[in-house]
């Protein structure tokens, strides 16, 4: 792909980019300008400090009311309220949003192997704690899912599925 | 320990989670299936490479500091589909609102009365009915409720893990197949790691799944004092 053109639709799309996708910043081919990728790294590196500084203050903000919540679903309705009022624009945070969303099971994997130290609690109650997860966590799922279906699919109540 | 070692052990957790999830992501491709969902199959294979390697949990804590601080930000980004898909959204608001309260009262309930049944005491009870919440509140709930913070953080991954791997495949065979009742069912039950889940699936289904998961814990904080009692006694 040429270089020029590359560049110059980098700089076109900008962090406005409409896919929101990570590759979107990659440039393309071998001879990819240097310039091109740090424009990439820093767009990138912007818009993740953007979302760590909402997260930031979700944070501080139930720590200073004493809220038990956790400090991240407070910069959930932050940024949302923000994109809504118009004060933030969804294309400074869209591309590093979305490629953070869509490998957010990687964030959690560190966290379960933490699993690895509760082996004398399942020795001792492993098939009752087992069996009790999953059997409540399977009714909840059915639940949760069949009961709104059923209502999302009931046009007297939502105006039918969307 | 040394320092040099401590450096090198992280090092190697950060090589091994990495490399695990991204084979969790050809696998995935490859067989779907509950068993190949990233956070199950990559967990399984850390936990045996780490024990292979005579590391423990505590050796491995650096390596989790540094990969879980994007966690915060990336959950902060649930907020952009949200926000595209907010017409959506708000159009299904009382339905999902009803499949919620369905979805979290009921898991609490049969959770506590399995438990029973296991003739598990009070504290375990307790633990364990409040295991669909996410982490930060589940910790503050199990205060009020008598139960065991620590217990119930490992109940909370558990669910998570069993949710999210199992609750799409539980989903196709009873035919749940509208992204707004598939991601609240993920973010309801499986918290954090349904919601990754569900974003997977699409961005409308991350969206309702990442609110889900907030409301639903509200939800359970609200009912717990008034329903653990019950399943207690």
Known sequence: MDVRATAVALARAGPSAPSGNLAAFAPRGRSAPVSAWLKGIAVISLQLTGLWAFNVAGVWVVNKAGLPIPGNLVGIVALYAALELGVVKLSWFEAAGSFLIRHLAFFFVPITVGLMDTGSLFATHGVGIIVTLAVSAGIGVMLAGLVSQLLLRNPGHTGGRS | ?233
Not at chain 2, 66 to 91: S, W
Not at chain 2, 190 to 212: C, D, F, Y
Request: glycine fraction near 12%; include cysteine; charge should be positive.
């Open chain 2, 1 to 233: 320990m040394t320092g040099s070692s401590t450096v090198a052990i992280t090092g190697f957790g950060i090589a091994v989670t990495i490399g695990a999830y991204a084979l969790s992501l050809l696998a995935r491709r490859r067989y779907p299936s509950p068993l190949t969902t990233p956070v199950l199959f990559s967990t399984v294979i850390i936990i045996a490479i780490l024990l292979a390697a005579g590391i423990s949990f505590s050796d491995y804590k650096p390596a989790k500091g540094i990969m879980t601080f994007l966690l915060g930000p990336a959950t902060v980004a649930l907020a952009i589909p949200l926000y595209k898909n907010r017409q959506a959204f708000f159009l299904n608001l009382i339905p999902a609102g009803i499949g919620l309260l369905a979805g979290s009262l009921g898991t609490m309930i049969t959770a506590g009365l399995i438990a029973r049944l296991f003739r598990f005491g009070p504290e375990l009870v307790s633990s364990i009915a409040i295991k669909s919440t996410t982490v930060p509140i589940a910790v503050e709930i199990a205060k009020i409720v008598h139960g065991n913070p620590t217990l119930t953080a490992v109940f909370v991954v558990t669910t998570g893990m069993i949710g999210a791997s199992f609750g799409p495949w539980l989903m196709d065979r009873l035919g749940i197949t509208h992204p707004v009742s598939r991601g609240l069912a993920l973010g309801t039950i499986a918290h954090g790691q349904g919601t990754a889940q569900a974003a997977s699936e699409g961005e409308l289904s991350g969206a309702v799944a990442g609110v889900a998961m907030g409301l639903g814990a509200v939800c359970t904080s609200l009912a717990a004092p008034w329903v653990i009692p019950h399943l207690v006694q």
